[in-house]
């Protein structure tokens, strides 16, 4: 059988490449892909520690049983289930172009809604004393809209008649530009200040989402310092 491994952020460094086609023998399981991904690409063998797994965007363990055209996908920690609706999406985006502060605002925004809070998080023009030029993200898509639309609905069940929207940039974001816009509206300024906090930390700590900082010096590293929730 056939599955694709998907490779993201310092997991692609290791393999070469972000996309790879492997052949299995039927009934193989995600360890048998892993152990055929140790001989082929031992650089891997220091990083299985802080690596995840995901099957068709699903954590798994190396015990979870492949098909014919399944999706693998290796996920470095991250630096910081249910159908969509069509409200979700326009809630939990990823843009590959400039982010559009106003449709967040709209997408929160009502006449029962007193307070909005919005947190816009702009690229720094250095990290621990290094210039930067540019940040790039890549995210692996499905799982991180999917992450996103989880945490909306969960502030929002938690706090009646607040809405929040979570806007992410992908790609490259020069210095001073947006790289995530969350807005939060709410009948009172208190449960809109701490969603807004709350959706940022849950963000950044569980979303498939991963920058590399681009140095003055021509250097590049990817920034994975938070484990990936599992």
Same mark, same amino acid.
């Given at each position: 059988?056939? !599955?694709?491994?998907? /490779?993201? %952020?310092? &997991?692609? $460094?290791?393999?070469? +490449?972000?996309?790879? *086609?492997?052949? =299995?023998?039927?009934?193989?399981?995600?360890?048998?892909?892993?152990?055929?991904?140790?001989?082929?690409?031992?650089?891997?063998?220091?990083?299985?520690?802080?690596?995840?797994?995901?099957?068709?965007?699903?954590?798994?363990?190396?015990?979870?049983?492949?098909?014919?055209?399944?999706?693998?996908?290796?996920?470095?920690? !991250?630096?910081?289930? /249910?159908? %969509?609706? &069509?409200? $979700?999406?326009?809630? +939990?985006?990823?843009? *590959?172009?400039? =982010?559009?502060?106003?449709?967040?605002?709209?997408?929160?925004?009502?006449?029962?809604?007193?307070?909005?809070?919005?947190?816009?998080?702009?690229?720094?023009?250095?990290?621990?004393?290094?210039?930067?030029?540019?940040?790039?993200?890549?995210?692996?898509?499905?799982?991180?809209?999917?992450?996103?639309?989880?945490?909306?609905?969960?502030?929002?069940?938690?706090?009646?008649?607040?809405?929040?929207?979570?806007?992410?940039?992908?790609?490259?974001?020069?210095?001073?530009?947006?790289?995530?816009?969350?807005?939060?509206?709410?009948?009172?300024?208190?449960?809109?200040?701490?969603?807004?906090?709350?959706?940022?930390?849950?963000?950044?700590?569980?979303?498939?989402?991963?920058?590399?900082?681009?140095?003055?010096?021509?250097?590049?590293?990817?920034?994975?310092?938070?484990?990936?929730?599992?």
């Amino acid at each position: 059988m056939n !599955v694709r491994l998907l /490779a993201f %952020a310092s &997991a692609a $460094d290791a393999v070469g +490449a972000s996309q790879l *086609d492997f052949e =299995l023998a039927e009934g193989s399981d995600v360890g048998a892909l892993l152990s055929q991904l140790e001989v082929s690409f031992p650089q891997l063998g220091a990083m299985w520690s802080r690596l995840a797994v995901a099957v068709d965007g699903e954590i798994v363990d190396r015990r979870a049983a492949l098909h014919d055209g399944a999706e693998v996908a290796l996920l470095p920690p !991250v630096s910081g289930g /249910a159908p %969509a609706l &069509a409200e $979700d999406l326009a809630a +939990a985006q990823l843009f *590959d172009g400039p =982010l559009v502060v106003e449709a967040a605002i709209e997408r929160v925004s009502g006449p029962t809604r007193g307070a909005l809070v919005l947190f816009v998080g702009t690229v720094r023009g250095h990290h621990q004393g290094e210039a930067i030029t540019r940040l790039t993200y890549s995210a692996y898509r499905p799982m991180a809209q999917q992450v996103l639309r989880r945490i909306i609905r969960d502030l929002e069940n938690e706090v009646p008649d607040l809405r929040a929207a979570i806007h992410h940039r992908l790609g490259d974001v020069q210095v001073g530009s947006a790289s995530v816009v969350i807005a939060v509206a709410s009948p009172h300024r208190a449960a809109a200040y701490a969603a807004s906090r709350r959706a940022l930390e849950r963000l950044k700590a569980e979303a498939p989402i991963w920058k590399r900082e681009h140095f003055a010096s021509g250097s590049a590293a990817w920034r994975e310092i938070e484990p990936l929730i599992r």
